[in-house]
């Protein structure tokens, strides 16, 4: 087996060398155990810690079902367990956190090894080293954020799986655990001033770790945990950075859908990368998306949503909703009538019908946080740490400023006769329409319900998701979500068979 593990990371590393440093998103190793005997160089430490990058390209199917499907905004066409909340530890893929533990392994090898590999190799940069460490970092803060999202308890895996030797077996750590993990690794990141603000190309900006994607990640992990003053700290990082290289929300309207065509843009603050014309890299999200023949839709109530928002702006000055965030299966102008409403993000080429490329343009990237995410955050934040009105306000101005930019009139309130909840209404409506189909309406509605021990469950979490799924009985969505265990997903049955330490969700002991 050694001998393999060897050979094996030997073709990874000759590839990685006879490879352009811009496509190194395409390297994947045959096989995930390396031994720190053949860490010699820092093209190895760039190999792995790409293939990081890789894995996470591979989990964006899983990201768009786990994001979205239990929102209820999203629904698949052809029926889902997830949506229908009848999820089992045998549904595979839809209960399989393998996905993001390849990235933390990818993760951990990186952090256990890079070191090792400065004194080896002469040619390897101090500075270069502790930049790598900060991706790897981030990417394993990254993926354990979306296990503790979705199975809220899991293992705790610091080190790398490099030989046989190592047990698979380990028992569920905690979500405190997970989550203080989460935050240390962001802390060590952010600490050695090694993160990168910027890349000498575009997509690296984007598409890799950057300083302000470790803010992000913290700002929106401190709202899960809710730590608001933080939040907001992480937030202003980047909302009031001065740095020529910062992302900025991109005012002018015209410029919004540049988000997502051609993407990796101003307003993009980490996306995963696919590049078809360079590296013949392509995705399924065109095709999954759109008004071809899709698998995912528009629910009922969000398609009265963005008529809604179409009638404030008009078809003509629509620029989130009518050929931004969706398209109807009507005539433009006809969109009142329409009965179905397609995601039109990563199927669009802009503010028009015109669709991407079915050769060419069937790359677009995946959005995970950008700047009006964060505004919105920071929103969210405010509201909940501070009754006061000045805090309100900068809450309601960071709304405003969202939608002025999608051409919709700003909200005119009089802030001392609204509640707290009121105030999370009007965030939670802005970040449905704004973020739509990017994999955040479902940790939304988990995160309003579950906050200041469930107080909001009823309001901003059952009710929400019956409001929107039309696709269970509203009597058994209610049942499910107000069950705490059966927010979180179960563990996949051969992870239960090859790790005897792991204890199943009690929901799915109880009902399976």
Not at 64 to 90: C, H, K, M
Not at 109 to 128: C, G, K, M, P, Y
Not at 337 to 359: C, D, E, F, H, P
Not at 439 to 447: A, I, M, N
Request: charged residues 20%; aromatic residues 12%.
């Amino acid at each position: 087996m050694i001998k393999k593990i060897k050979y094996l990371l030997l073709l990874v590393i000759l590839s990685f060398q006879f490879t352009a440093c811009s496509d190194w998103l395409s390297v994947l190793p045959e096989n995930e155990q390396v031994s720190d005997e053949y860490w010699t160089s820092k093209e190895e430490v760039e190999s792995v810690l790409a293939s990081g990058y890789v894995y996470l390209r591979d989990a964006v199917p899983n990201l768009v079902q786990w994001g979205e499907l239990r929102g209820g905004a999203i629904y698949s066409i052809n029926g889902n367990d997830l949506q229908t909340f009848q999820v089992t530890p045998d549904d595979g893929s839809l209960c399989s956190w393998a996905p993001l533990y390849k990235v933390i392994n990818m993760s951990n090898s990186v952090i256990a090894n890079a070191e090792a590999v400065l004194q080896r190799d002469e040619t390897f940069d101090e500075a270069v080293m502790t930049s790598y460490l900060t991706e790897a970092y981030y990417l394993r803060a990254l993926s354990y954020f979306y296990i503790v999202r979705n199975w809220r308890d899991a293992p705790l895996i610091l080190e790398p799986y490099e030989t046989d030797k190592i047990s698979y077996e380990k028992e569920k750590a905690s979500e405190a655990e997970i989550i203080a993990q989460i935050k240390e690794d962001i802390t060590i990141a952010l600490g050695s001033g090694a993160a990168k603000e910027k890349y000498e190309e575009d997509w690296a900006t984007k598409g890799r770790g950057t300083k302000w994607s470790l803010h992000a990640l913290m700002a929106d992990v401190c709202l899960w945990n809710e730590e608001y003053q933080t939040a907001i700290m992480h937030c202003n990082e980047i909302l009031d950075a001065s740095s020529a290289f910062r992302p900025v929300f991109v005012t002018d309207p015209t410029k919004w859908y540049e988000l997502f065509y051609p993407g990796n843009s101003n307003g993009s603050i980490f996306e995963i990368n696919w590049d078809h014309g360079a590296f013949n890299q392509t995705n399924n999200l065109a095709s999954q998306f759109g008004n071809g023949a899709p698998t995912y839709i528009y629910s009922e109530q969000m398609l009265f949503d963005w008529i809604a928002e179409t009638n404030l702006t008009g078809p003509n000055q629509a620029v989130r909703s009518l050929y931004g965030g969706f398209v109807p299966d009507v005539a433009g102008d006809n969109y009142p009538n329409a009965n179905l409403g397609y995601v039109w993000k990563y199927s669009g080429i802009g503010m028009q019908t015109q669709v991407r490329n079915t050769v060419n343009e069937q790359d677009p990237n995946y959005m995970v946080y950008r700047v009006a995410d964060v505004m919105l955050m920071k929103a969210e934040a405010m509201i909940l740490s501070s009754a006061d009105i000045q805090g309100w306000t900068v809450a309601i101005d960071l709304i405003n400023e969202v939608r002025v930019r999608a051409n919709l009139p700003a909200r005119n309130l009089v802030l001392e006769e609204l509640s707290e909840a009121d105030m999370l209404e009007l965030v939670l409506y802005e970040r449905n329409m704004e973020l739509a189909g990017e994999g955040k309406r479902w940790y939304d509605l988990l995160r309003f319900g579950k906050r200041d021990g469930f107080k909001y469950r009823g309001q901003f979490l059952v009710d929400r998701v019956i409001d929107y799924n039309n696709t269970a009985n509203p009597a058994w969505i209610r049942s499910v979500l107000n069950n705490d265990d059966a927010l979180y997903l179960p563990i996949e049955t051969s992870e239960l068979e090859n790790n005897r330490l792991l204890v199943q969700n009690p929901y799915y002991q109880a009902t399976n």
